[in-house]
């Protein structure tokens, strides 16, 4: 970023982001082992992206079941200053594939930033 790259990171950061309430509707969320990630890691003005109305993940030792099942977000994207994320949407497949629901995000490049 330093150089004048822009930076996307999106995946499973095994921690929630900061700022998610532990409450989606219609799902359970895991306090379990709730740990969020640092306010303003990795440093004051880089952006993070999540959609906190839609779980994420889920545990895998019992199949999925909407109503008991612990659910949790902790799929997400970081970017650089020069970059504006907006537009997340997490695809709710009711963790058919995956323990993990795919997530999306638009993004856009800041120029002269």
């Known amino acids: 970023y330093e150089k004048g790259n822009y930076i ?17 509707p219609s799902h359970r969320f895991d306090t379990e082992n709730l740990t969020y990630v640092e306010k303003d890691y990795p440093a004051p003005g880089w952006n993070w992206a999540f959609d906190a109305g ?10 999925y079941d909407r109503s008991s099942s612990l659910t949790t977000v902790i799929d997400c994207f970081l970017a ?5 994320l907006s ?10 594939y ?16």
Do not use: C
């Open 8 to 24: 996307i990171v999106g995946g499973d950061w095994n921690q929630t982001p900061y700022g998610i309430e532990p409450e989606l």
């Open 54 to 63: 839609m779980p994420t993940n889920r545990r895998v030792a019992t199949p």
């Open 80 to 84: 650089s200053p020069n970059v504006e």
């Open 87 to 96: 537009e997340v949407k997490t695809s709710d497949l009711n963790f058919q």
């Open 98 to 113: 995956s323990d993990h629901q795919p997530v999306q995000v638009q993004a856009s490049l800041l120029l002269n930033h």
